[in-house]
């Protein structure tokens, strides 16, 4: 018994002694929750863009932090946020309280990114936003910056910058409809999925189009998962529009373009259409999408500097297709979070703060730089335009997704051109070149 006895004594003090080091092990890790719908593309390029950092920083040893290396170790949570908000905040509760994560990137949905950034900023942890573009995430930190300095925009740069390039883009495309067609004036349809993010840039679009010089036709307003738009295609042939300038970020916009191509509606798609931006969009629509253009982060043989290419090479490589912008979780971890905690050699939320605040740092798609308002306010949200973060306009072309824009753009009078490698002429579809050339 006394045998028996010690036994037991001795396998109790190996179980406290590996239990007190179970937070030393933990210790040497940096756990980041990967948030997304993790059953759309969306969620899966977050998931993807990650997994893709931590492999290659943890292939280098892991992250210097102080005198020590730590590995990184991913955790991956479905937030549904398509379906249910509800869905996405019990998801990022669970990051922080049940996983104990150390950082948190992706999101998409912005009502849903809304609620989620509250939690994230109750356990004040970072959480670097890749997917919804809506200006508010951002103005919180401004206006409340104790409590939402936490929150950084990672990708894309807001709506109201999004919607400024894709005018940009627009007005080009109207240029070369007008040039090669002989339109004295260019007609548009506003078409764009009832969600939150898609309403400022409703607005910012009828209040430019005629400061433009272009009129409006109407605003149709689809839901984000319609599969059926015949009715909305067929009123905007009757309105008479050249141009249809979309707003999209989900499955609607493989509706739209299927039935568009197959009615042969004579007018040019341009604006955003986040399936466009996919590598099965020209087979999802049965290549009814040929011609659609889109604004777009990365494209095949397009490259903005020397980070470009082997990040979408590579990505090609292990998952098959071209990133999304959402993929953009690379970014988020391996030049944001990684370099500015080797830079402190902290992970302490606050110290991090800081210094993100003052880190322009270059990225596969530019260089990422954070914003102040008017009144100098820290806004952690992007900047936009040459030399920082200008995005691309694409096309598809013979079954093929290639960058059109910008294609010897001049952001000002006296700015020097900009094209990047890579971009080929806009193509006009041969239905619109049949119905208004003389």
Known sequence: MKRLKAGW??????????????????????KIGVIGPMNFVQ????????????????????VQVGKKKMKIELVKSDS???????????????????????????????????????I???????????????????????????????????TPFNSMFLVKTCFIQMATVAGILKQALGIPKIKVAIVAEKQVWAD????????????MGMEEVGVWRPSQTATDVTAELSAIEKSGAHVIFTIFSASVGITF??????????????????????????????????????MNTYARDVEYNEMTKPFVDTYIKKYGEVPTYTADTYTAIKDAIVPVIEKTGTLDSDKLVAALEEYPHKVPSGVASYLKDEKGRHLHDLAWGPGFLTSLGVQWQDGKLVGVWPNKWKAAENAPEITYKGIVPYKIAPWIIEKYKK
């Open 9 to 30: 004594m001795i396998i109790a003090a190996v179980c406290l002694v590996l239990g007190m080091g179970l937070p030393v092990l933990a210790a040497d890790v940096i």
């Open 257 to 294: 373009a299927r039935q568009a191509g197959e009615l042969k509606i004579p007018a040019a798609m341009v604006g955003i259409n986040v399936e466009a931006q996919k590598d099965g969009f020209y087979k999802a629509t049965q290549g009814m999408g040929n011609y659609v253009m889109t």
């Open 200 to 211: 400022p840039m409703v607005a910012a679009t009828q209040q430019t189009l005629p400061k």
């Open 43 to 62: 969620g899966k390029d977050h998931w993807n863009g990650a997994s893709m950092a931590s492999e290659e920083i943890n292939a280098k040893g892991g």
């Open 80 to 118: 549904n946020e398509f379906l249910n908000i509800t869905d996405a905040t019990n998801a990022m509760e669970l990051l922080l309280t049940r996983d104990k994560v150390d950082f948190i990137v992706g999101g998409f949905r912005t009502e849903a990114v809304m609620a989620m950034q509250d």
């Open 120 to 154: 994230a900023m109750d356990y004040k942890k970072i959480f670097i936003g890749c997917g919804a573009a809506h200006p508010e995430l951002c103005t919180r930190v401004a206006e409340d910056y104790n409590r939402y300095k936490y929150f950084f925009r990672g």
